[in-house]
């Protein structure tokens, strides 16, 4: 019954800024942690980004000082902030988030990805 619903993808120039943001609704009792995928042509799933309910925050190599990623309990929504975007970051970007329900520790989801396309 949760739906992950990414949005904020689009077309950029390099060097340009993006905003992806991705809401989790539906039955949820807590969040426990939530990160960004993402998945270019050719190329397996990786983490970019993820937030856990420390407070902790990871990000790939690939990504760190370009891209902060946030979190809003108050409105189970994750945000990812790219800043100084190149070409090798096009690719679909997936939310992922570890809820709590309330009879369960873990369940995971996954959003339906948004397409994030860098020009050079």
């Known amino acids: 019954q949760v739906q992950l619903v990414e949005s904020g993808g689009g077309l950029v120039q390099a060097g340009g800024s993006l905003r992806l943001s991705c809401k989790a609704s539906?039955?949820?009792?807590?969040?426990?942690?939530m990160a960004w995928y993402r998945q270019a042509p050719g190329k397996q799933r990786e983490l970019v980004a993820a937030?856990?309910?420390?407070?902790?925050?990871n990000y790939a190599d690939s990504v760190k000082g370009r891209f902060t990623i946030s979190r809003d309990n108050a409105k189970n929504t994750v945000t990812l902030q790219m800043i100084s975007l190149k070409p090798e970051d096009t690719a679909v970007y997936y939310c992922?988030?570890?809820?709590?329900?309330?009879?369960?520790?873990?369940?995971?989801?996954w959003g339906q990805g948004t397409q994030v396309t860098v020009s050079s």
């Open positions: 992922h988030a570890d809820l709590r329900g309330r009879y369960t520790v873990h369940t995971y989801y």
């Open positions: 539906g039955s949820i009792f807590s969040i426990n942690a």
């Open positions: 937030t856990t309910s420390g407070g902790s925050t």
